[in-house]
């Protein structure tokens, strides 16, 4: 029960209680009382009103069958939550699974199967587990399945992706009946957003074999066949109320993005991800369907190593940022599903993004009299692009247009997307990267820009940065931290060694019928928790 | 049965009269011409090309033919017509030696095996049996992985990949003919292996060869696209025309020129290559030689 | 024994030669390309602590030699080992499969076989006229439109603007007879438009070549039957290349289906197998390589044994 207008202005517990009252007849007094009783402005609270009683009218149905395409799936699928590696499997783990907290539409941590956690030093961390939740076996949730959930990412036997991270967690322990510590090592203000993430679900203590599936989620694993399809089926004690609206789900991953469309259109499918910005037109004059976008922190960026030639010359390096035509590039490749970024990897939409920063344009003059002071002359410098980082190949290509009248030569290499990760990202001289949104800001500049980050793909080292940030981590003070992240985004535009033309957005296209999709900018549908919110329209 | 009927002499069928260039006859002529068009192109387009009409966003995306763009633009905003011209030098001259290389070799093996027969015929044979088996994806990463991207890289390997099935059509011809009364009497004559594999044997296998030349030339087209995907050779902005029709295939919904031009470009070459093998005197050859 | 049995026997002993060969030369490919199935099912994600943890778990950190006697010997008692990144058994993966894959080749094999040997014939019988034409051409035609348009033509025809096929397959849906039809139209249509023209063309090739011969004009003159004359006369000296024609392309049906696994979401091996080299999942690989590598040593075994046997002087040659 959930409207993304008015859970942007009321937050998700409070309109839930509004459209609850409204659904058990209250009338528009009564809303106005609630919301005054909440501290709410008189003028706020009449179009809040009217919004609650709109939504209202348009109550989700129950029932249905929904049958979703991602992108990607190969006998390498797991339901495994610490080896999770594609959008199928974060849509599945999403579907059987519940983390202690979820994410809202800012990102901001919301109480799911912790219902309260709270910390005095953002080290030592106590979450307050919900009572009365049940895994898909009949099994009640105990402290002790968290503690086992969250440890076992520590243990390097795990294979875990979310290695890490765990790592920063020095100890979990049960500390009373249905209630758990997390300590630290270092102070963490992030954490419960952290926890958020796909990795941390929760699972009964001891699995090992993760195949049936078996976790609190809103849905009961049916079918689960790898590299071809999973079959969920609704889960009927499911422990927030009312969800989820649809009966089974059937989701595949079809690796073809013109198949998925296509199938969407002939109705074989009623939700399909990584629509190509190509297809926007298509969908979209398609009587019946929509399309479904987000505004993401997902960026491809074009790292030059610190370490080697010619990235380790700073005129270079400039230059090259110079030379992104970004508008263009966001109108034209990305036929404007993107947002103009600043060679700096925070999102707009994060609290704390920096406004200040003055923005980076195309500029060939200076681009112009930097390569010059470089003395690369007409040395053919190649790029190495690749499918996996999203529209590399198309943006090296605008950037070689440019380079080619200052009279740089760029080279490009299209690398296959197998080996990709391992044998050019990060090794290459200058090639591109690519980095899905990231649930806080210190997550993907510790991940990707820290100078000890095994991500760190231009290799770019500055002790100052690396203060910083560890003491924005543990400062508690929200705007000594909001002008600290701004100075680490300074020194990364200025200084860093990458480039980041443009923030992606993920487009999904859907039947139109499908309502409740709404925005949880870490990845496309819905942030793959699509499952629990859809609903058929009648 | 047909054992007993005397080695082949001149044929009346084959003394058919031929017209045109080379006695090619219209369609082989006119085969002719368009792959002498479409190398012309591939020879002169780069400077035909202003270097603008590349440019990324000149245009709107998958925009339809207007004047001064005649097949409109890419799904980058390039003009299409340029793309299209710009690609013939890496389809025709790419798959055309890549081809014959295939061809060539694969029959020059089957000869050698057809004629030799005992353990060369088998090591030849068995040889090429392990070739085929080795998936194509995995042979072009290997190639890619030991020696970089290049276009002579590029044409190796796709001729690699089509040798065994060229040898293996062409031995099957070939046991056929050297089993044939005269080549048997040309062996016990003492002539030399080689007097036999290309006087002898190669003539009467020569028009299903070509035949099959041209099915190769058109998989190797069709190849091209599915490589420069794995990184080898052609390297974007270049592209061949299976990759033009790949990449903008998001247009084929709305029937878009972006992609049935480079389609159409490759059914007029493969047509005009098949029209001139077709054509080709190797009936005639035969008879020369009997 | 006789000659041909003989050569059946040899040429069986020498497939398992080839095997070995293709094996030890696909398992020393994927050890050399750039990247392990640890750190591809790891990718970004990738540090030096679970990377070596992942590696001794796959088993990647023993020998190479060792890990290829290894999956030999696996392989030689039934049991090849299990998928490295989805720790299956190889067995159960490709089973899963191949049935799906064979049922593919075999409809498609079934009408597309046929189909060609006959327009190739007839060409052949009528050449130089206009239906010889047509075909040769229009299988050249339709041979050189690349194999992912035609199938996402046919699926924005007949699913999109008609709706009368689905434009995915699931083998597992096929429950009914028209059921199954519904699904395989589309795939089979694709692959007959890859395959046809090849066979067809090589068909008629041989035959015409066959046909122009002396022996053919004097078996005419002494009034042997049109019909007769093809079949009896000039198609037992076609039938070897024709045959081998054939079985590359049956081969082909098998293992080389990528596209219409993937336009389709059709689940048969080719894409198992070309997920297997993405990911340097060796032993699958290596398994499905040796499936595909049988089946085509299998398929160009019986086309030579055609060849032979239709053509008396091989019979009895050697």
Not at chain 1, 197 to 209: H, L, Y
Not at chain 1, 342 to 347: E, F, K, L, R
Not at chain 2, 159 to 177: D, E, K, T
């Amino acid at each position: 029960m959930s409207d993304p207008r008015l859970r942007d202005l009321l937050g998700t517990a409070d309109s839930g209680r509004v459209l609850d009252a409204l659904a058990r007849g209250a009338s528009r007094r009564d809303v106005l009382k609630m919301l005054a009783g909440a501290g709410m402005a008189l003028a706020a609270s009449h179009r809040i009103a009217a919004l609650a009683q709109g939504v209202a009218a348009a109550q989700p149905r129950y029932g249905g069958r929904v049958r979703v395409a991602s992108a990607a799936s190969s006998i390498a699928d797991t339901l495994d939550p610490a080896r999770l590696s594609n959008q199928t499997d974060y849509a599945r783990s999403r579907m059987l699974y519940n983390c202690l907290t979820s994410f809202d539409a800012s990102l901001a941590p919301q109480p799911a199967l912790a219902e309260r956690f709270d910390s005095d030093d953002a080290k030592r961390w106590t979450f307050k587990l919900r009572g009365g939740v049940h895994f898909h076996d009949g099994r009640a949730l105990r402290a002790e399945d968290v503690v086992f959930s969250l440890m076992r990412h520590k243990d390097p036997a795990t294979i875990s992706r979310a290695k890490v991270l765990a790592d920063q967690i020095d100890s979990v322990r049960a500390s009373a009946p249905g209630e758990v510590e997390v300590l630290l090592h270092q102070s963490n203000a992030d954490l419960p957003a952290t926890l958020a993430t796909f990795p941390f679900a929760i699972v009964p203590a001891g699995t090992r074999d993760f195949n049936s599936g078996i976790g609190t989620g809103p849905f009961k694993l049916k079918e689960f066949k790898r590299g071809l399809r999973s079959i969920v089926v609704r889960n009927r004690d499911y422990w927030r109320e009312g969800r989820p609206y649809v009966d089974e789900v059937e989701l595949a991953g079809l690796g073809d993005e013109g198949a998925r469309v296509n199938a969407l259109l002939s109705g074989d499918l009623d939700l399909v991800a990584a629509l190509d910005p190509r297809s926007v037109r298509r969908v979209e004059g398609a009587p019946g369907f929509a399309v479904f976008r987000q505004s993401s922190g997902q960026y491809s960026d074009l790292a030059m190593r610190q370490d080697m030639a010619p990235g380790s010359n700073a005129d270079f390096v400039i230059a090259i940022k110079l030379l992104f035509d970004r508008a263009r590039i966001a109108e034209s490749v990305a036929l404007g599903n993107a947002i103009v970024a600043n060679d700096q990897p925070i999102h707009p939409s994060n609290r704390f993004y920096f406004a200040g920063l003055p923005q980076r344009e195309l500029d060939l003059d200076k681009a112009r009299y930097h390569f010059e002071r470089s003395d690369l002359g007409n040395t053919p410098i190649p790029v190495v692009a690749s499918p996996v980082a999203n529209l590399s190949v198309e943006m090296t290509l605008a950037l070689q247009q440019s380079a080619n009248r200052i009279g740089m030569n760029l080279q490009l290499q299209r690398m296959p997307p197998d080996g990709y990760w391992s044998h050019y990202w990060g090794k290459s001289a200058v090639g591109w990267g690519n980095v899905n949104p990231r649930p806080n800001a210190d997550a993907v500049l510790t991940e990707f820009f820290e100078s000890r980050a095994v991500n760190n793909d231009a290799h770019w080292k500055d002790p100052q940065f690396d203060q910083l940030l560890v003491a924005a981590r543990s400062e508690v003070d929200e705007s000594k931290r909001k002008a600290m992240y701004a100075d680490m985004q300074m020194m990364i535009h200025e200084k860093g060694g990458v480039a980041i033309p443009l923030f992606l957005s993920s487009l999904d296209a859907h039947n139109a019928r499908l309502k409740g999709l709404s925005t949880i900018p870490v990845g496309g549908l819905m942030g793959y928790e699509f499952a629990e919110h859809v609903w058929w329209d009648a | 049965m047909n054992a007993s009927v005397p080695a082949r002499s001149a044929s009346a069928a084959s003394a058919r009269r031929r017209s045109g260039v080379f006695g090619l006859g219209v369609p082989g002529t006119l085969g002719l011409l368009v792959i002498l068009a479409w190398l012309l192109v591939a020879l002169a387009a780069p400077s035909w090309i202003s270097a603008g009409a590349q440019d990324i966003g000149g245009l709107p995306v998958f925009a339809p033919a207007q004047i001064g763009h005649w097949l409109g633009a890419d799904y980058l905003g390039r003009d299409m017509l340029a793309r299209v011209l710009l690609g013939a030098r890496y389809t025709v001259v790419v798959a055309l030696v890549a081809a014959v290389g295939a061809s060539a070799v694969g029959t020059g093996f089957a000869l050698l095996a057809a004629v030799s027969g005992g353990w060369l015929d088998t090591v030849l044979s068995r040889g090429m049996d392990t070739l085929i088996s080795i998936p194509s994806k995995l042979f072009a990463l290997i190639m890619v992985a030991a020696f970089g991207t290049s276009v002579p890289l590029l044409v190796t390997t796709a001729a690699v990949i089509y040798v065994p099935g060229a040898y293996r059509i062409a031995r099957a011809l070939a046991v056929n003919v050297a089993a044939l009364d005269y080549v048997v009497v040309a062996r016990t004559r003492g002539e030399s292996r080689w007097y036999l594999m290309l006087h002898e044997v190669l003539p009467n296998i020569a028009a299903p060869m070509l035949v099959d030349l041209g099915l190769r030339f058109v998989y190797v087209v069709l190849l091209l696209a599915s490589l420069s995907f794995l990184g080898l050779g052609v390297q974007p902005p270049a592209a061949d025309w299976g990759t033009l029709v790949r990449e903008n295939l998001g247009a084929l919904w709305e029937g878009g020129l972006a992609v049935v031009a480079p389609a159409l470009a490759i059914a007029t070459l493969t047509m005009a290559v098949n029209l001139v093998v077709d054509a080709l005197p190797g009936r005639d050859a035969r008879k020369a030689v009997r | 024994m006789s000659p041909l049995l003989r050569l059946i026997l040899q040429r069986l002993g020498l497939a398992l030669i080839s095997l070995l060969l293709v094996s030890v030369v696909v398992f020393l490919i994927t050890a050399v390309l750039p990247g392990d199935a640890a750190q591809e099912l790891l990718g970004q994600d990738a540090t030096p602590e679970t990377l070596a943890a992942l590696r001794t778990q796959m088993g990647l950190d023993q020998p190479l030699p060792l890990r290829y006697l290894h999956w030999l010997g696996g392989l030689v008692t039934g049991n090849p080992g299990r998928s490295l990144v989805s720790d299956a058994p190889v067995m159960e993966l490709i089973g899963n499969r191949l049935p799906n894959s064979l049922l593919l080749a075999a409809v498609t094999a079934v009408i597309a076989v046929p189909l060609a040997l006959l327009l190739g014939t007839l060409a052949a019988v009528f050449r130089g006229g206009w239906l010889d034409r047509l075909l040769n051409n229009g299988a050249v035609v339709l041979v050189s439109v690349p194999e992912f348009l035609i199938a996402t033509l046919a699926v924005l025809l007949l699913s999109v603007k008609l709706g009368w096929l689905p434009a995915l397959s699931y083998a597992s849906d096929i429950d009914s007879l028209s059921g199954a039809a519904r699904v395989f139209v589309m795939p089979v249509l694709t692959l007959c438009c890859v395959v046809v023209a090849q066979m067809m063309r090589m068909t008629r090739a041989a035959l015409a070549d066959q046909l122009d011969a002396p022996y053919i004009e004097m078996a005419r003159l002494k009034g042997v039957p049109p019909l007769r004359l093809v079949l009896r006369e000039a198609m037992p000296n076609a039938i070897g290349p024709i045959a081998n024609a054939v079985a590359l392309s049956t081969s082909y049906l098998l293992g080389g289906v990528i596209i219409v696994e993937t336009i389709f979401h059709y689940p048969g091996v080719a894409k198992l197998m070309v997920d297997g080299v993405s990911q340097r999942d060796m032993p699958l690989v290596q398994t499905c390589t040796m499936i595909f590598c049988a089946g085509y040593l299998l398929l160009v075994l019986i086309a030579d044994v055609i060849g032979i046997l239709a053509n008396p002087r091989l019979r009895h040659a050697r």
